[in-house]
């Protein structure tokens, strides 16, 4: 089955960095798009960044010019490095894939359509 696997996440402080990293498995990784989302406490879950098969990348406004993400076809893996990390990013980081899952609500985001997500991996940016 489909699984997506978080990790890198921590505490910065703010002008920091951070690489978070997602493991997939289960599916042709390399067939679908892949996204970046996070929820901060009280607060809707938003879409950060999205990478299509054919390597084109689209952003969030509040993440332009300070996040990058990217993917690796041959290890099934995707990334987003943080760079000059700000307190409003602090959230739940979930890594997501742009395949329908059957009795689940997708997602729309940035120029896809995501239906599996991992369990997360948190980031806390300190001021």
């Known amino acids: 089955q489909v699984q997506l696997v978080e990790s890198g996440g921590g505490s910065v402080q703010s002008g920091g960095s951070l690489r978070l990293s997602c493991a997939a498995s289960g599916y042709t990784y390399s067939a679908y798009c892949m996204g970046w989302f996070r929820q901060a406490p009280g607060k809707e879950r938003e879409g950060v960044a999205t990478?299509?098969?054919?390597?084109?990348?689209t952003y969030a406004d509040s993440v332009k010019g300070r996040f990058t993400i990217s993917r690796d076809n041959a290890k099934n893996t995707l990334s987003l490095e943080i760079y000059s990390a700000k307190p409003d990013d602090t959230a739940m980081y979930y890594c997501a894939a742009a395949k329908i899952q059957p009795g689940v609500a997708s997602a729309y985001m940035l120029g896809c359509v995501f239906g599996y997500w991992g369990q997360g991996t948190q980031v806390t940016v300190s001021s």
């Open positions: 990478i299509k098969t054919d390597g084109s990348t």
